[in-house]
T-cell receptor
Framework: GESVGLHLPTLSVQEGDNSIINCAYS??????FIWYKQESGKGPQFIID?????DKRQGQRVTVLLNKTVKHLSLQIAATQPGDSAVYFC???????????FGRGTSLIVHP | GAVVSQHPSWVICKSGTSVKIECRSL??????MFWYRQFPKQSLMLMAT?????????EQGVEKDKFLINHASLTLSTLTVTSAHPEDSSFYIC????????????FGAGSRLTVL
């Protein structure tokens, strides 16, 4: 399915708190998912990815959880820092493809 | 790591003029590049796939005569917004795949177009 151009939801947290950003994806046939971070005026940067045969993957301070039953993806950021302030997009990729379809995005604001 | 460079990073033009945006893969060759468009506070929407040496493939609803794409070499794709109008004002982002084994696209920093 296509992502819909809706206005971004916002998550505000205090520095040091854990952040959880959620994403609902549309295509049950997607088998690869990526979280991107986009800072103001810049292009998306890869954060972490997960394949559909996994339900959890951990990186440095970040964890991605995948629930295929309800087509839900989440990004957990531990000990959130002001530098984490950005817009976060989930993206899904269909089997055999490498072209991401971007989700709605969430604006994360970290208060010092 | 793989780097994709865009130029210009921002441009302001008058209505009716044409604007060209360049996308370069700096340390790898890219037979395919992708152009996305992003409106303020919205997601990225794929506009077209740029193929080296052949015609671009446009997504549904994207006017190919409005958004001309040329991919003349393995490291350069250009997007020309022809006869630009204020509604064409947007953030244009290109991306490329750094090698056939890469699962992830590398994105450029984007080009902000403002049409007066």
């Amino acid at each position: 399915g296509e992502s819909v151009g809706l206005h971004l939801p916002t998550l505000s947290v205090q520095e040091g708190d854990n952040s959880i950003i959620n994403c609902a994806y549309s295509n049950s046939a997607s088998d690869y998912f990526i979280w991107y971070k986009q800072e103001s005026g810049k292009g998306p940067q890869f954060i972490i990815d997960i394949r559909s045969n996994m339900d959890k993957r951990q990186g440095q301070r970040v964890t991605v959880l995948l629930n295929k039953t309800v087509k839900h993806l989440s990004l957990q950021i531990a000990a959130t820092q002001p530098g984490d302030s950005a817009v976060y997009f989930c993206a899904e990729i269909g089997r055999g493809s490498y072209i991401p379809t971007f989700g709605r995005g969430t604006s994360l604001i970290v208060h010092p | 790591g793989a780097v994709v460079s865009q130029h210009p990073s921002w441009v302001i033009c008058k209505s009716g003029t044409s604007v060209k945006i360049e996308c370069r893969s700096l340390d790898f060759q890219a037979t395919t590049m992708f152009w996305y468009r992003q409106f303020p506070k919205q997601s990225l929407m794929l506009m077209a796939t740029s193929n080296e040496g052949s015609k671009a493939t446009y997504e549904q609803g994207v006017e190919k005569d409005k958004f001309l794409i040329n991919h003349a070499s393995l490291t350069l794709s250009t997007l020309t917004v022809t006869s630009a109008h204020p509604e064409d004002s947007s953030f244009y982002i290109c991306s490329a795949r750094a090698g056939s084994g890469a699962n992830v696209l590398t994105f450029g920093a984007g080009s902000r177009l403002t049409v007066l």
